[in-house]
């Protein structure tokens, strides 16, 4: 009985969720920008998320200006799709409403190569690669296994080899680009302006000051204080109240 409730519940969920996608749809179409992130909202409440929820959340936002949800919703819909490129694309324009420019210090060396390879693919479809070698090898192992002459042997032999190989880098990628979105926190700016200081506390000399829109990483946690860290490598303490994590 128990089961069959949740079913009900879920598919309920499911539909109500459908129906405010597409009200919000309609309602952005309609150019009813504010009662569109209310419908897109009631979705999100459901804890129905999807890349292009977020992407449509993000327009919404755009177009009335409100640079920070913007940015955060197009954020938000990279991380549950890295190859969106429709939400990368309109970040970019939304990114050029802020007002820190804050430069990109490019990372060097094997880390750099390692993580360009690794940033290939997300790290679920890194784990469905391996999936897919691994049935290969198994292919090569019965045809290896079953074949009489010795030409197939050593053909399906070499593909084995070669299968274990790509598998086990495939695999090392997957768990590297886990680690890397776990240890990962983004983090964007809400605050109109924020002070960034260099303790976590108010009487700490203030360092910079962000404005709404930018995009920070958290490194760690103190009371109501933040440290996070810029793109261009500098660091601070700012108030947890200030930003919000993307992840």
Known sequence: MKNIFFILLLTTQVFFAQNGFEAGNNLYKAGKYEQAIDAYGSVLKTKQHSSELYFNLGNCYYKLNKVAPAIY????????????REAANNLRFAQKRTIDEVKVVPKVGFAKLLRDFTGIYH????????????????????????????????????VMFVLIVLMFIVIAAAVFEKSHYDNERPAIVFAESAEVRSEPQKGGSVIFVLHEGTKVYVEEKVDSWKKVQLTDGTEGWIQNAAIKEVK
């Open 123 to 158: 790290y679920n479809t890194w784990a469905w690669i391996a999936v897919g070698l691994a049935i290969a090898f198994l292919l090569a192992f019965l045809g290896y296994y079953f074949s009489e002459t010795t030409i197939v042997k050593r053909i399906s032999f070499f």
């Open 73 to 84: 919703s197009y954020e938000k819909a990279l991380v549950l799709n890295a190859n969106n």
